[in-house]
């Protein structure tokens, strides 16, 4: 019995003495530099961090934003009934400049104007004069408009055979042509998707087809600026159209959330590129 007592006496002995040594070997102090202690401050005396670092305005959410319109009316004059290049005074009157932001288009804004449609000849193509792009599904298939806006021009106009020209809110005119049959006529206000038209081959045209294009006053420019032809989907990006001498150069110009809510306001119709946002790389 006292043999079993001496043994428990020692069992006891040796947890105790291994118990010490583990609790001193965790509060002796490990090596500490000064660079350490100067990084972690008492928890009490972090800063709390200053609410005025937030430097960028958040960004609106796109598709639901609330956009101005252009004041365009039916009003045409004679020309602009009878031609398709005709410049728009009001457009560029007031600056140099006109930026429309794709991005803001929401999708019940916009249609592709003939679904489904391929392109069988892009703009400019190998000799640079072709001022459209054809696209082709089948003889009499529904042409839609673009987006909304108010029809300047339906007629049969030479080598464009029965065109349809439409003046929209956000700046563009875009046009529909070698229709089988136009849908509208001058001053009517169509919405985007309307039918505007029926394919065909009239005028100067080989096989039935939409030959479509986009102008910005008066003048046409790339229809691959405005949609992904492939997709057939609207880009995203931001067309800058430029008055330089008599002509508009039209860039399409990638442009960051934070500057969309802060140098635009909000807002992709008509706005006038002012000295503020023309740090945007163009
Ligand atoms: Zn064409």
């Given at each position: 019995?006292?043999?079993i007592?001496?043994?428990?006496?020692?069992?006891i002995?040796?947890?105790?003495?291994?118990?010490?040594?583990?609790?001193?070997s965790?509060?002796?102090?490990?090596?500490?530099?000064?660079?350490?202690?100067?990084?972690?401050?008492?928890?009490?005396?972090?800063?709390?961090p200053?609410?005025?670092y937030?430097?960028?305005?958040?960004?609106?959410?796109?598709?639901?934003?609330?956009?101005?319109?252009?004041?365009?009316?039916?009003?045409f004059?004679?020309?602009?009934?009878?031609?398709?290049?005709?410049?728009?005074?009001?457009l560029?009157?007031?600056?140099?400049?006109?930026?429309?932001?794709?991005?803001l288009?929401?999708?019940?804004?916009?249609?592709f104007?003939?679904?489904?449609?391929?392109?069988?000849?892009?703009?400019?193509?190998?000799?640079?004069?072709?001022?459209?792009?054809?696209?082709?599904?089948?003889a009499?298939?529904?042409?839609?408009?673009?987006?909304?806006?108010?029809?300047?021009?339906?007629?049969?106009?030479?080598?464009?055979?029965?065109v349809?020209?439409?003046?929209?809110?956000?700046?563009?005119?875009?046009?529909?042509?070698?229709n089988?049959?136009?849908l509208?006529?001058?001053?009517?206000?169509?919405?985007?998707?309307?039918?505007?038209?029926?394919?065909?081959?009239?005028?100067?045209a080989?096989?039935?087809?939409?030959?479509?294009?986009?102008?910005?006053?008066?003048?046409?420019?790339?229809?691959?600026?405005?949609?992904?032809?492939?997709?057939?989907?609207?880009?995203?990006?931001?067309?800058?159209?430029?008055?330089?001498g008599?002509n508009i150069?039209?860039?399409?110009?990638?442009?960051?959330p934070?500057?969309?809510?802060?140098?635009y306001?909000?807002?992709?119709?008509?706005?006038?590129?002012?000295?503020?946002?023309?740090?945007?790389?163009?």
């Amino acid at each position: 019995m006292p043999k079993i007592y001496s043994y428990i006496l020692s069992f006891i002995t040796l947890i105790t003495l291994s118990t010490c040594s583990s609790v001193l070997s965790v509060q002796s102090p490990l090596p500490v530099t000064a660079q350490e202690v100067a990084i972690a401050p008492p928890a009490s005396e972090v800063p709390l961090p200053k609410v005025d670092y937030i430097f960028l305005p958040p960004a609106p959410e796109l598709g639901k934003t609330e956009y101005a319109r252009k004041d365009i009316t039916e009003d045409f004059s004679l020309r602009e009934k009878a031609d398709i290049a005709v410049p728009d005074p009001k457009l560029l009157a007031n600056d140099n400049s006109l930026v429309i932001d794709l991005a803001l288009i929401t999708e019940e804004d916009y249609a592709f104007p003939l679904p489904g449609a391929k392109v069988i000849s892009p703009y400019a193509g190998r000799r640079r004069h072709h001022s459209g792009v054809d696209l082709k599904t089948c003889a009499n298939d529904t042409i839609v408009a673009a987006f909304d806006g108010i029809v300047r021009m339906a007629k049969p106009y030479a080598a464009y055979g029965n065109v349809v020209v439409i003046r929209h809110y956000n700046g563009l005119e875009t046009v529909y042509s070698h229709n089988s049959k136009n849908l509208v006529k001058v001053g009517e206000r169509v919405k985007a998707g309307d039918p505007v038209g029926l394919t065909g081959r009239t005028g100067r045209a080989t096989t039935e087809h939409l030959h479509f294009e986009v102008r910005i006053n008066g003048q046409h420019f790339d229809p691959n600026k405005v949609f992904d032809l492939e997709k057939r989907k609207l880009h995203t990006t931001c067309l800058v159209a430029t008055k330089t001498g008599r002509n508009i150069a039209v860039k399409a110009v990638d442009i960051l959330p934070h500057q969309r809510a802060g140098e635009y306001q909000y807002s992709y119709v008509g706005i006038p590129v002012s000295d503020k946002n023309k740090k945007i790389n163009l």
